[in-house]
């Protein structure tokens, strides 16, 4: 989940790797504000769809919280 001040919204994450993004997908030729670039590999930065950005109120250097339930998951190997 994602929140901001009192707004929370459930969401998905993926991880990218900034550099090589632009050659995989459109998604920097959709982003609206801000711009891959201005990621940085290692660092905690978020891009946010315009729907989700607009339901939390958020704009673009605002900082959110990232909230992941505590969990336990048994894996094979």
Same mark, same amino acid.
């Given at each position: 989940? #994602? &929140? ?8 998905? +994450?993926? =991880?990218? *790797?900034? %550099? /090589?993004?632009? @050659? ?11 711009a #891959? &670039? ?8 978020? +891009?946010? =769809?315009? *729907?989700? %950005? /607009?339901?939390? @109120? ?20």
């Open positions: 989940m #994602l &929140s901001l001040g009192q707004s929370v919204q459930g969401v998905m +994450v993926r =991880g990218i *790797d900034p %550099a /090589r993004e632009s @050659g995989i997908t459109e998604l920097s030729d959709k982003m609206k504000k801000g #891959l &670039s201005d990621l940085r590999g290692g660092e905690f930065a978020i +891009v946010l =769809g315009t *729907d989700l %950005a /607009r339901a939390l @109120g958020v704009m673009v250097g605002d900082k959110v919280m990232l909230i992941a339930p505590q969990g336990r998951s048994r894996l094979r190997a």
